[in-house]
């Protein structure tokens, strides 16, 4: 299917989110300090570049797992179904957990993990979201820890998409269209 074309607006630079990164990790270290082991949670796909610079910044011990929640495939608009399409390796009865998402949109897709992850009974359990878009929000949630508050602007880069591209630049960017079909 042809895609829309457009072009790509630096918002973020990797500069700034690389220092921010650093802010962030020295907050979730003292939150946790004295933990035995923190279980940080990558939600796929687009933490997956976020999680990997956050937990290189962490200085506690710290296991990585994955799990994939998926409600906008290859839309842009939400479905507000969350489906679980990859869950846990591991459990989190009784550990710190720490929950990475990219951005935090209309709120269904943390809420929904949030929610899910509490019925298995962490010893606690905080968010991080390196982007948030409160004024797209659905569902009355906010992630502990929020890198950058953005505006209503369709974003790609740093692990965020667009139709499943773009999520290898470094930095994020604002996607403004352009007219025509690329
Ligand atoms: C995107 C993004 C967040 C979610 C935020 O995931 O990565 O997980 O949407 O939106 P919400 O607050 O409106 O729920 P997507 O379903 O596009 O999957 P991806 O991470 O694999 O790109």
Known sequence: MAQPA??????????SIAARIEALAREIKSTFDGTDKLIVVGLLRGSFVFIADLVRELDLPVEV?????????DSTESSREVRILKDLRGEIAGRDVLVVEDIVDTGFTLSHVVALLKTRGPKRLETIALLDKPS???????ATWTGFEIPDEFVVGYGIDYAQR?????????????????
Not at 65 to 73: N, P, V
Not at 166 to 182: C, D, E, K, Q, S
């Open 6 to 15: 457009y072009e790509i607006d630096e918002m973020i630079s990797a500069k």
């Open 65 to 73: 797992d994955f799990l994939e929640a998926s409600s906008y495939g």
């Open 136 to 142: 797209r929000r659905e569902i009355d949630i906010r």
């Open 166 to 182: 773009n999520r290898n630049l470094p930095y994020i960017g604002a996607v403004r269209f352009t007219g025509g079909a690329a």
